[in-house]
């Protein structure tokens, strides 16, 4: 009978990093962190042998030809993952400069083996190994000496039962190095500069014996240190309306008429889209949404891309912030993801166990993020629609809408079928005077209006008025008086032809 090795999993007390790793950093392995100067390598290291280091599990840390280790400290110690009574107790740094300059490979591997054979550590980090490389270049014979010194060191630190890392600059992923074939986890530092945004992505691009969460996931280095914005596992093809099917239940909207107009109101755990043109009313109706839902004692979460809330324009949105029944996503940052923004949405949810969310607006939304999300914008729309279906919220979007009277469109995106339900604003003239109109377009597996109708905003918010009967093409934004006929000039001028 054959038994099953559990390998244990350390937590690397960077956030993010654990799911993205698929539950943490296998204990005894041999990592290497790489990536081009500046993207958070050095950073990264610190903060997970402050993390991991332990009286029990102490950690080395090795420099090797790179910053000398006060200069270092006097970097990484702004940041608040830094413990200052962790040195020289359960965490050491030891520079390899000297034994480099003397004796090259052989000489950096034997001081090694020196350290840890007398301080037992079970972290050991080598910073940074791409000076290693560089220097092994002078021997002569690079490859192959560097070949054995890694795998020596491989073998060493597996044997003593160590999780080692080791720390290089590269600008290249497809380097030929051969620690890339020796080492047990590959993680991937970059960072990207667009216009006046700075992106920094990790990649796990090997860990052996367990899954991780495959393409690019962005990461921001702030006080904190790293946080890595983990995408969320739901899957892009899970429907929405999934998190409504067992319930009949039906949320009011906080707008008079418009629940009938939805068939009774809109169904919880949908995702709605209100489109129509600037001024037509969408962040309006978007605040009844959530005052109702306090009224009804529900909490909610409002992400504000476009005008944040306060007493001058939503006085009552504003209030139900300060009192704590809404919670704000307002994140100003030039260089936002998806991912970002979907982790800050997902905490306040959980934080308020709020059940009602708007986002406001797409179009805000897609400007808000740094230009090199914007290509992929519907794709993780989608995503992130599907990941709020989860956590079991019922979702308002509002999509800022061009008012074309040649086409009738509901999201300039083309994500209105990504939602369960729609209702569409425009502008439309009548008698020389701009009226608002309102329509429900779309509420998925259940009967709504087909109706047309007028709608005014007034220090009471939105106000739901009749049909206009006697007027067609209201599409058109010009609409005509039922059996009124436009007379041509041949016509007029002579009835009789």
């Given at each position: 009978m054959n038994k099953t090795v559990t390998i244990n999993r350390l937590a690397t007390g960077v956030p993010g990093l654990d799911d993205v790793l698929g539950g943490g950093l296998p204990e005894f392995s041999f990592n290497l962190i790489a990536g081009p100067p500046g993207c958070g390598k050095t950073t990264l290291a610190h903060q997970m042998m402050f993390a991991l280091a332990t009286p029990q599990s102490p950690a080395i840390y090795f420099t090797v030809l790179g910053e000398p280790p006060l200069k270092m400290l006097r970097y990484q110690q702004q940041f608040e993952f830094f413990d200052d009574k962790s040195i020289n107790q359960v965490v050491r740094f030891i520079s390899l400069t000297d034994d480099m300059m003397a004796g090259g490979l052989k000489q950096v591997l034997r001081r090694i083996v020196d350290e840890v054979e007398t301080q037992s550590p079970a972290l050991v980090f080598v910073d940074s190994f791409r000076s290693v490389m560089l220097a092994s270049a002078a021997e002569g014979r690079a490859y192959l000496n560097l070949q054995h010194f890694v795998q020596q060191l491989g073998m060493l630190m597996t044997s003593w039962q160590a999780t080692t890392f080791l720390i290089g600059e590269y600008f290249n992923e497809a380097d030929a190095n051969p620690v890339f074939t020796v080492a047990d986890g590959l993680i991937w530092l970059s960072q990207s500069v667009q216009r006046n945004s700075m992106v920094r992505k990790l990649q796990i691009m090997k860990m052996r014996g367990q899954p991780t969460l495959p393409g690019l996931h962005t990461f921001r280095i702030d006080a904190a240190g790293l946080r890595v914005f983990a995408p969320s596992r739901v899957s892009i093809a899970t429907p929405s309306v999934s998190a409504a099917t067992d319930s009949n239940e039906r949320l009011r909207m906080g707008v008079h008429r418009l629940?009938?107009?939805?068939?009774?109101?809109?169904?919880?755990?949908?995702?709605?889209?209100?489109?129509?043109?600037?001024?037509?009313?969408?962040?309006?109706?978007?605040?009844?949404?959530?005052?109702?839902?306090?009224?009804?004692?529900?909490?909610?979460?409002?992400?504000?891309?476009?005008?944040?809330?306060?007493?001058?324009?939503?006085?009552?949105?504003?209030?139900?912030?300060?009192?704590?029944?809404?919670?704000?996503?307002?994140?100003?940052?030039?260089?936002?993801?998806?991912?970002?923004?979907?982790?800050?949405?997902?905490?306040?949810?959980?934080?308020?166990?709020?059940?009602?969310?708007?986002?406001?607006?797409?179009?805000?939304?897609?400007?808000?993020?740094?230009?090199?999300?914007?290509?992929?914008?519907?794709?993780?729309?989608?995503?992130?629609?599907?990941?709020?279906?989860?956590?079991?919220?019922?979702?308002?979007?509002?999509?800022?809408?061009?008012?074309?009277?040649?086409?009738?469109?509901?999201?300039?995106?083309?994500?209105?079928?990504?939602?369960?339900?729609?209702?569409?604003?425009?502008?439309?003239?009548?008698?020389?005077?701009?009226?608002?109109?309102?329509?429900?377009?779309?509420?998925?597996?259940?009967?709504?209006?087909?109706?047309?109708?007028?709608?005014?905003?007034?220090?009471?918010?939105?106000?739901?008025?009749?049909?206009?009967?006697?007027?067609?093409?209201?599409?058109?934004?010009?609409?005509?008086?039922?059996?009124?006929?436009?007379?041509?000039?041949?016509?007029?001028e002579n009835p009789h032809a």
């Open positions: 629940d009938d107009m939805l068939g009774g109101g809109l169904p919880r755990g949908y995702s709605m889209l209100v489109a129509g043109p600037s001024g037509s009313g969408k962040s309006i109706l978007a605040a009844a949404f959530l005052a109702e839902g306090a009224r009804c004692g529900e909490t909610g979460v409002i992400a504000a891309f476009e005008q944040v809330p306060n007493r001058s324009h939503t006085p009552i949105l504003a209030e139900l912030i300060h009192r704590g029944s809404v919670g704000l996503v307002n994140n100003r940052a030039p260089d936002l993801s998806i991912d970002e923004i979907m982790l800050l949405l997902v905490s306040e949810i959980r934080r308020l166990k709020a059940t009602r969310v708007v986002i406001d607006s797409l179009s805000g939304f897609e400007l808000a993020l740094a230009p090199t999300f914007r290509p992929d914008f519907r794709e993780n729309l989608s995503r992130m629609i599907a990941a709020l279906a989860a956590e079991g919220v019922t979702v308002l979007m509002t999509s800022e809408l061009e008012d074309r009277y040649t086409d009738l469109r509901f999201s300039p995106y083309g994500t209105a079928f990504m939602t369960d339900a729609i209702i569409v604003q425009r502008y439309i003239e009548v008698d020389s005077r701009l009226l608002r109109m309102m329509a429900v377009v779309k509420v998925r597996g259940s009967a709504h209006s087909d109706e047309l109708r007028l709608f005014s905003i007034n220090d009471d918010g939105i106000q739901i008025s009749d049909m206009l009967t006697d007027q067609e093409g209201l599409l058109g934004g010009r609409p005509t008086k039922k059996g009124a006929r436009d007379l041509s000039p041949l016509t007029a």
